[in-house]
C-alpha cells in the first residue's frame, strides 16, 4: 500500500512541492528512502524508526521504502523526517488522511519531539502558492510561518501531537496570524554628531533616495566609517513587502529564530575582508545565501574596499548590475535576491596619507597604482557616486556647526523623494532601478543641460553605463528638490559625483 504525503523543498527563495510515498511489504524489516536524498536524508530512517517507536506506536516490522518525488530534486536537511513519519504510520493504517491535502515539516528527534528547521517561512510561502490550506511546522518555527497570509499554520512539539490530531483525539490549535510591525531605526549613529563633511551628507542623502551606490575615499580619521554607519538612520522604514522578502532570505540562511522571527527593520551588512568569495556571494555544496542577499533591501558595507581579495571584488560584478546572484554549484544552480545599495569606503594610498594635507605620503608611484588598482574598472563603473572625503578642519571639530541637520530631518526628504519614484505610472522603482525606457520619459534634458553632458562623456570618459548613471543621480537630485524636470544644476552636481577618484590622484 503506497500513500501520498506533502512537504517541501526550497530551491533558493522557490519552493518545489515533494510528494513522500511509503510501501511496505513482507521482507525483512528494513528502511529504503529513495528520491535524491543526501547524507542528512539519508539518515532519518533512524530517527524515523526510533521517534514512532518512541511516540507509542509500533513501528512496522516489515520493509519500508520511502520515496521522495521527483527524484530529480536533491532533497536536503532534515525537514523530511516529519513527513517521512506521517506517510509511514499512514501506510501501516495507523492515521488515515482521506486524500487531505495537508503538509508537514519538521526534524525528529530520537524521543519524537519535532525540532525547527531553517526556510520554514520560504516554505510555508511556497505551499500556499501550490494551493495549500493547512502546513504543520515545529512549534519553534511557528512564529515565522504565521507570516503567511491564507494559510492555517498548526504548531507541534512532537511526533504524538501531530498522532492525536490526526486521529481526532486531541485538536491541534491553528495560531493566530502575526500582524505586521514597523520597527523604528536604532543605530547610534546621527549626520547631526558628525562634524563638517557637509558635501559627503549630501552625497549620502542622494545614495539613500535614490538607491545609488556610492564610493567615500579618504585619509584615516576623516570619519569615513562614523558616515557610513549613520547612513542607516536616513534610510526610510521598511514596508511589509520588504520586511518579508528580506525575512525569507535570513529564514533560508538559518537567521531567524523563535525570538526574532522577521526582519522589520533596515540592516548594515558589514564582511570583513578576509571574508571568502562563497561569504559574500553566497555558496557551500548545496548554495546559501551569501552576505550580498543577506543585504537585499538593505545596505552591503565594504569598510576598507581595497583590502578585499580580487576575486571577491570581481564577483560583485553581477549583482551590481542585476540586482541577483546566481550561484552554480555541480550539485545545482540557484538564484539569489541582491538588490543592495553597495556603501564603500578606502584610503587613498597604503598609507592613507596621499590627500592629508597635513601629513606626507610616502608610498611610491607604484605602491599607490597597485593598490589603487585593486578595485578594477567594471567594478568602479558600477559605483554612481564617487566622494573625495576630506580632513576634518579644526574649527568644525572645535566649534558647534549650527548648519549640520540631523537624521531625522534628511530621512522625511529622503521618504518624500523616494514616494515620488514609486508613485510614477510606468516606473515603480527606485530610479537606480530604472529601465531604459522609464529613463527616456523622467530623464528628459533640456538644450543646455544635454551640451553640458555631452562635453562630460569627452572630457570624464563616461561610458554608455556612467551616461545613464548620471542621468538616474540627476533625476534622484530633482526629486529631492521636488521638481518635475531635471534642471542644469541637477546635472551638474551629478556630475561632479562621478568623477572617478581612483586613478586621478
Known sequence: ????????????????????????????????????????????????????????????????????????????????????????????????????????????SLSGEIKSVPGVLVMASSLKEHGFSKVFVPAGNVREASLIQGIDVYPVKNLRQVIDHLKNFSLLEIYPPAAWEEKKIVTGFDLADIRGQLVTKRALEIAAAGGHNIFLVGPPGAGKTMLAKSFLSILPPLNAAEALEISKVYSLAGLLSEENYFINQRILRSPHHSASVSAIIGGGSWPKPGEISLAHRNVLFLDEILEFPRRVLEALRQPLEDGVITVSRVKGSLDFPANFILLATANPCPCGYLTDPDKECHCSQNDIKRYQKRLSGPVLDRIDLHVLVDKVKSQDLQGIDLISENSAIVQQRVILARSRQIERPSQRCLNSEMAIAAIKKYCRLDDVSQQILNQAIDSLGLTARGYFKVLKVARTIADLADSPSIRKDHILEALQYRNKILGAL
Open 1 to 108: 500500500m503506497s500513500e501520498k504525503i506533502y512537504t517541501i523543498a526550497t530551491l533558493g527563495l522557490k519552493g518545489v512541492l515533494v510528494e513522500v510515498e511509503a510501501n511496505l511489504s513482507r521482507h525483512l524489516p528494513k528502511i529504503i528512502i529513495v528520491g535524491l536524498p543526501d547524507a542528512a536524508v539519508q539518515e532519518a530512517k533512524e530517527r524515523v524508526w526510533a521517534a514512532i517507536d518512541n511516540s507509542g506506536t509500533r513501528f512496522p516490522r516489515q520493509k519500508v521504502v520511502i520515496n521522495l518525488a521527483p527524484a530529480q530534486i536533491r532533497k536536503e536537511g532534515g525537514s523530511y523526517d516529519l513527513p517521512m513519519a506521517i506517510a509511514v504510520l499512514q501506510a501501516s493504517g495507523e492515521i488515515d488522511l482521506a486524500g487531505e491535502r495537508v503538509a508537514f515539516i519538521g526534524e525528529l
